[in-house]
């Protein structure tokens, strides 16, 4: 029995998108894989801004270190309460989730549009690709790299400084704009993965994805709920430490992708990451 299909919603999309899987060639993703080589996907979401924090829309752009391969955009039906400071930020209401899928449905075409790819995020708690995760009978089997560490290392920013979408944009000179909406952010964040790598070459010499990941470890965040902590705490999203989402490199198979849509320029500057729960399918404004 061939599986059920799949639809998303892209963000101002009027009706639901079919998600068409196109197989195409990814190289044997390794610790020795070149830099040159691989294939990335910069991931962004945004959510209720209310723990457990339940994602809202997943974005995200696969590439290489020479460009655009494809997009993934759909918003996520959570049916929970929206904060109204979080409103305000990714103008996501509740109006625009109607027939959008659920969580487990765009996070299984997440997933497989993934297949074979570096995660890349701009968090430097690993809070987005955690969100993706949540649930999951095993942690995230890709190599995850944070924008946020690999931007203090490479631009000699001091070790406690986590420097936002917008500065780094602004750093580097890319010609984008954080937006506070899923796709454009994670556009924003594979700009800045390109140009961050670029001088990283120049200045360590790095070549292989295995070298970056010995530079930049994972945090360790405990995102169990502190059911002693103080309702005032937990409403401001503060956050636990708990372990890392796994690095292992998946093994090479074709992957699912979209084509890629004429490119969206945003708006304003990143958002400040809150902290999390854990119930399945979550995450922060």
């Known amino acids: 029995m061939s599986p059920r299909p799949l639809y998303l919603k892209p963000r101002g999309a009027t009706e639901l998108v079919p998600w068409e899987e196109i197989a195409v060639d990814a190289p044997e993703l390794g610790p020795l894989t070149r830099l040159a080589q691989a294939q990335f996907v910069a ?9 457990p924090f339940l994602v809202l829309e997943i974005g995200a752009e696969r590439f290489t270190l020479d460009g655009t391969l494809s997009f993934f955009d759909t918003l996520v039906d959570c049916r929970a309460p929206i ?6 930020r990714h103008h996501i209401d509740r109006s625009m989730l109607i027939g959008a899928p659920e969580f487990k449905d765009a996070r299984r075409a997440f997933l497989r549009f993934a297949q074979g790819a570096v995660l890349v995020e701009h968090s430097h708690d690993a809070f987005d690709t955690w969100l993706v995760g949540r649930g999951l009978e095993s942690p995230l089997e890709h190599p995850i ?31 984008v704009t954080p937006a506070h909406a899923a796709l454009d952010d994670a556009r924003a964040t594979a700009m800045v993965f390109r140009g961050l790598i670029k001088r990283a070459e120049a200045a ?6 295995g070298e970056v990941l010995a530079a930049l470890p994972r945090p360790v965040v405990d995102r169990t709920p502190n059911r002693k902590g103080s309702a005032a705490g937990r ?10 989402p796994q690095s292992a490199a998946p093994p090479a198979t074709p992957r699912a992708t979209s084509p890629a849509p004429t490119a969206r320029r945003g708006r304003s500057s990143r958002r400040r990451r809150s902290g999390s729960s854990g119930s399945p399918g ?3 404004a």
Not at 83 to 88: D, T, V
Not at 158 to 169: D, H, S
Not at 236 to 242: E, I, P, Y
């Open 235 to 244: 409403a401001q999203g503060a956050r636990d430490r708990t372990g890392p």
């Open 43 to 51: 991931l962004d979401v945004e959510t209720t801004g209310n723990a």
């Open 83 to 88: 904060n109204p400071y979080a409103r305000k």
């Open 282 to 284: 979550g995450s922060r």
């Open 204 to 209: 360590l010499g790095w070549t292989t994805v």
């Open 145 to 175: 790299i944070d924008t946020t560490a690999l931007a203090r290392l490479v631009l000699d920013l001091p070790k406690g400084q986590t420097p936002g979408l917008a500065r780094l944009v602004d750093e580097l000179g890319l010609d």
